[in-house]
């Protein structure tokens, strides 16, 4: 009867240590959980969207690039246009960005942008989860990432092209 009684108060001494409802990692005392430093292969998923490989956010939407994106690390989509209600910015995540990744502030609205081989990249407002409906749409295209190898800059695949609509 003794060992029952340990054993159901041991039990309900362990399940009260768990669950708490907190969403923190558990750590031993003493050291610390440090989150990991973005990568090319972390800032953003991708998922195969209208035939091939496209990036998309945490929320699994589509990330597009502007035709009308001239100049790397910019955007002629501006807030006042009303561009931006229609195709918001993509933020950077926090920590460092390795190349072709990088980030920028608007001129417009001094937000930062995330940018990908000079890109700036954008969401659809009217897209839902794994579906690219803005593809093609006002010179809008579903970003996708370099093949292995590719160069990047003026010229290359995904950078934005004097002429107003993207290389590929």
């Not at 240590?17 to 990568?39: H, I, L, Q, V, W």
């Not at 996708?144 to 092209?161: E, I």
Request: hydrophobic letters at 35%; charged letters at 5%; a neutral charge.
């Amino acid at each position: 009867m003794k060992n029952i009684l340990l054993a159901l108060g041991l039990t309900a001494l362990l399940a009260g240590c768990g669950g708490g409802g907190s969403s923190a990692p558990m750590t031993t005392p003493g050291t610390t959980t440090t989150p990991t430093t973005p990568t090319s292969a972390t800032v953003l998923s991708t998922m195969t969207l209208n035939g091939g490989a496209a990036f998309v956010t945490s929320a699994q939407l589509p990330v597009y690039t502007f035709g009308g994106d001239t100049v790397a690390n910019a955007s002629s989509c501006t807030a006042a246009s009303g561009c931006l209600a229609i195709w918001p910015a993509v933020a950077p995540p926090t920590g460092t960005l390795t190349s072709p990744w990088a980030s920028f502030t608007r001129s417009d609205n001094g937000a930062v942008q995330l940018s990908y081989n000079g890109a700036a990249l954008y969401t659809f407002a009217s897209d839902k989860p794994g579906v690219a409906s803005g593809d093609g749409v006002e010179n809008f295209h579903l970003a996708r990432p370099l093949a292995a190898g590719s160069p990047t800059g003026p010229g290359s695949p995904g950078y934005p092209s004097i002429s107003g609509s993207p290389r590929s």
